[in-house]
């Protein structure tokens, strides 16, 4: 069975707001010299902050994720919170309405009819998901390996993926995740797509300044090309919208760590219609009444959602009791995405 695990903040479990944690407590033991980590100095601009990752490191990263270690790697969870730590400002909820249709990419037909899931249901319906939504792979500064869900963006370089801040980045410390890959298409161990290094991390920087708020638990990654082509060349990518419209019906996909959603090893989907996060002060996230287990973190919530293609509007961030929450995708997250598919 896949070991899961619990996210911790820097504060004590009785400070801790709406907020998602970061994977600071590893017992893994750090990798050999021969794989080196990231510069710790990262990037800054606006409201966004990130890191940049070397050819050398990249080339690393690949090297570093053998069959073992996808293996033994944690599902990456979060923990509902108490409502007495820092709040950010809250979220837009108006601004520019901008969404970017989705880019079709190869065949993946259908094993069966994917039932309606109120409940974590395997994904059998084949279509663009099937090769857009993957596995995040990421190791953390005391060396701990860890696995996190992540769906392709559609963008103008062709390589950006859409996670969780905390699949990135320590809210702690500030300090990026290391070796961090996506292997789009993941099922049971196997790569059809290749594995895919990361060339830069974008968060948001109140991710950060608040310690890990899940208002703005949102990332993107930009990755580098595997045989001369990009992700999205590869395997297509998904729709994205920014300050779009809240209260619809939705899909989530993600990785689920549990026995019921295969251990990690297939990707799985929940459905529902949204609703507001009543229950906390200052969030401004959206949710529906099914929830995923760790290793979902980061995957993507979808509207307008046919025939396996659909618009992002948001990532699995954190769950309470039966129900799973997203940010939501405003005027912060669609300048760091605009900086993600200009890198």
Same mark, same amino acid.
């Given at each position: 069975?896949?070991?899961?695990?619990?996210?911790?903040?820097?504060? %004590?479990?009785?400070?801790? @707001?709406?907020?998602?944690?970061?994977?600071?407590? +590893?017992?893994?033991? /750090? *990798? !050999? &010299?021969?794989?080196?980590?990231?510069?710790?100095?990262?990037?800054?601009?606006?409201?966004?902050?990130?890191?940049?990752?070397?050819?050398?490191?990249?080339?690393?990263?690949?090297?570093?994720?053998?069959?073992?270690?996808?293996?033994?790697?944690?599902?990456?969870?979060?923990?509902?919170?108490?409502?007495?730590?820092?709040?950010?400002?809250?979220?837009?909820? %108006?601004?520019?309405?901008? @969404?970017?249709?989705?880019?079709?990419?190869?065949? +993946?037909?259908?094993? /069966? *009819? !994917? &039932?309606?899931?109120?409940?974590?249901?395997?994904?059998?319906?084949?279509?663009?998901?099937?090769?857009?939504?993957?596995?995040?792979?990421?190791?953390?500064?005391?060396?701990?390996?860890?696995?996190?869900?992540?769906?392709?963006?559609?963008?103008?370089?062709?390589?950006?993926?859409?996670?969780?801040?905390?699949?990135?980045?320590?809210?702690?410390?500030?300090?990026?995740?290391?070796?961090?890959?996506?292997?789009?298409?993941?099922?049971?161990?196997?790569?059809?797509?290749?594995?895919?290094?990361?060339?830069?991390?974008?968060?948001?920087?109140?991710?950060?300044?608040?310690?890990?708020?899940?208002?703005?638990?949102?990332?993107?990654?930009?990755?580098?090309?595997?045989?001369?082509?990009?992700?999205?060349?590869?395997?297509?990518?998904?729709?994205?919208?920014?300050?779009?419209?809240?209260?619809?019906?939705?899909?989530?996909?993600?990785?689920?760590?549990?026995?019921?959603?295969?251990?990690?090893?297939?990707?799985?989907?929940?459905?529902?219609?949204?609703?507001?996060?009543?229950?906390?002060?200052?969030?401004?996230?959206?949710?529906?009444?099914?929830?995923?287990?760790?290793?979902?973190?980061?995957?993507?919530?979808?509207?307008?959602?046919?025939?396996?293609?659909?618009?992002?509007?948001?990532?699995?961030?954190?769950?309470?009791?039966?129900?799973?929450?997203?940010?939501?995708?405003?005027?912060?997250?669609?300048?760091?995405?605009?900086?993600?598919?200009?890198?």
């Amino acid at each position: 069975m896949r070991r899961v695990a619990t996210l911790f903040s820097a504060l %004590t479990l009785a400070t801790l @707001s709406w907020t998602a944690g970061t994977a600071a407590h +590893a017992v893994t033991p /750090a *990798p !050999s &010299p021969s794989h080196p980590a990231p510069s710790p100095q990262g990037t800054s601009q606006g409201t966004s902050q990130g890191t940049s990752v070397s050819t050398e490191e990249q080339r690393a990263a690949i090297r570093f994720w053998t069959a073992e270690r996808l293996r033994t790697a944690r599902d990456v969870t979060t923990l509902p919170a108490a409502r007495t730590a820092k709040l950010a400002d809250p979220a837009p909820t %108006t601004g520019e309405r901008v @969404s970017v249709p989705p880019l079709p990419g190869p065949t +993946a037909p259908a094993s /069966a *009819p !994917s &039932p309606r899931a109120t409940s974590p249901t395997a994904w059998t319906g084949g279509g663009l998901i099937s090769t857009t939504a993957g596995k995040v792979f990421f190791q953390n500064a005391s060396g701990g390996t860890f696995a996190c869900s992540a769906t392709v963006a559609n963008s103008d370089n062709k390589s950006v993926v859409l996670t969780a801040g905390h699949c990135t980045v320590d809210a702690a410390t500030g300090t990026g995740y290391r070796n961090w890959v996506f292997i789009p298409g993941y099922n049971n161990g196997n790569r059809p797509y290749g594995t895919f290094a990361a060339r830069r991390l974008f968060w948001d920087a109140q991710y950060v300044s608040t310690r890990g708020n899940a208002n703005w638990d949102y990332a993107f990654a930009v990755m580098n090309t595997l045989n001369g082509r990009t992700l999205a060349d590869t395997v297509g990518a998904q729709g994205i919208a920014f300050n779009s419209q809240t209260g619809r019906h939705v899909h989530s996909f993600g990785y689920g760590g549990s026995a019921a959603e295969g251990n990690g090893e297939r990707l799985n989907h929940c459905e529902g219609n949204e609703f507001a996060d009543a229950g906390r002060p200052g969030s401004t996230m959206w949710g529906i009444d099914c929830v995923q287990t760790g290793g979902s973190s980061g995957g993507g919530f979808l509207a307008d959602f046919s025939g396996g293609a659909g618009y992002l509007i948001g990532n699995i961030s954190v769950s309470a009791g039966t129900n799973e929450y997203h940010p939501t995708l405003g005027n912060e997250a669609l300048g760091l995405y605009r900086q993600a598919g200009a890198a």
